[in-house]
């Protein structure tokens, strides 16, 4: 089975940087995903880590260390919309289907 | 609009009783999904179609019936209704091989 530990809520201000951790435990490892969602709306994908290293996609990028069985997403000038929880989650062999972590809140005040 | 849809957006019903909820995308994806979020916020996986054929079904118990007529519908039937099963109910799809699903807007199920 797959366990994925992520902290449960984090807080930062507007125009900072903050970084989300993510360590898993795997029978066997595909690659890290994470997913952004606001309160009362779906999980949309933000980006996925097959290989080692750091992936930007504009204010966000998400690293990934296969020998540490860890990952981030970080998220740069940081904005008041970008508050949403946060899940990384990893894929389950071949099937795709998903195993989340239980989620990291993100409250990013003025 | 291409996207995952969900009806209904909200159900309320009692204790015991049968519902289903439905599922489409228009992305022409191969395989789609049934994931539970609680009220904690966790999300696991219920069942996974590839193709109208299930593939995976986790420890869900069989009062909850998935059912693929083609492979742009996914359809989740519950029977026999219980507290527990208030959640919301997420259909998600993805092509063949790809790293990203994309989740339907979800359905709040209460059950009192």
């Known amino acids: 089975g797959q366990s994925l530990e992520q902290p449960s809520e984090v807080t930062a201000v507007e125009g900072a940087i903050v970084q989300i951790n993510c360590t898993y435990q795997?029978?066997?490892?595909?690659?890290l995903s994470w997913y952004q969602q606001h309160d009362g709306g779906a999980p949309t994908f933000l980006s996925y880590?097959?290989?080692?290293g750091l992936e930007e996609t504009g204010r966000f990028s998400s690293f990934l260390s296969r020998s540490d069985s860890y990952g981030y997403l970080l998220l740069q000038e940081l904005q008041m919309k970008d508050s949403a929880s946060y899940f990384c989650?990893?894929?389950?062999?071949?099937?795709?289907?998903?195993?989340f972590g239980k989620g990291t809140m993100l409250l990013v005040s003025p | 609009d291409t996207a995952v849809s969900q009806t209904p957006k909200y159900l309320v019903t009692q204790m015991g009783n049968d519902k289903s909820i439905k599922c489409e995308q228009n992305?022409?994806?191969?395989?789609m999904y049934w994931y539970k979020q609680d009220s904690k916020k966790f999300l696991k996986i219920m069942f996974s179609?590839?193709?109208?054929?299930?593939?995976i079904n986790e420890t869900v118990p069989n009062r909850f019936s998935p059912k693929s007529p083609d492979k742009a519908h996914l359809n989740l039937h519950i029977n026999s209704l219980e507290l527990g099963d208030s959640a919301v109910y997420f259909c998600?799809?993805?092509?063949?091989?790809?790293?990203?699903?994309?989740f339907g807007p979800g359905t709040r199920l209460t059950v009192l």
């Open positions: 998600a799809s993805s092509p063949v091989g790809s790293d990203e699903q994309f």
């Open positions: 795997t029978s066997g490892f595909y690659g």
């Open positions: 880590n097959a290989l080692d």
């Open positions: 989650a990893a894929p389950n062999s071949g099937y795709s289907t998903l195993t």
């Open positions: 992305l022409g994806h191969d395989t």
């Open positions: 179609y590839n193709n109208k054929e299930l593939i």
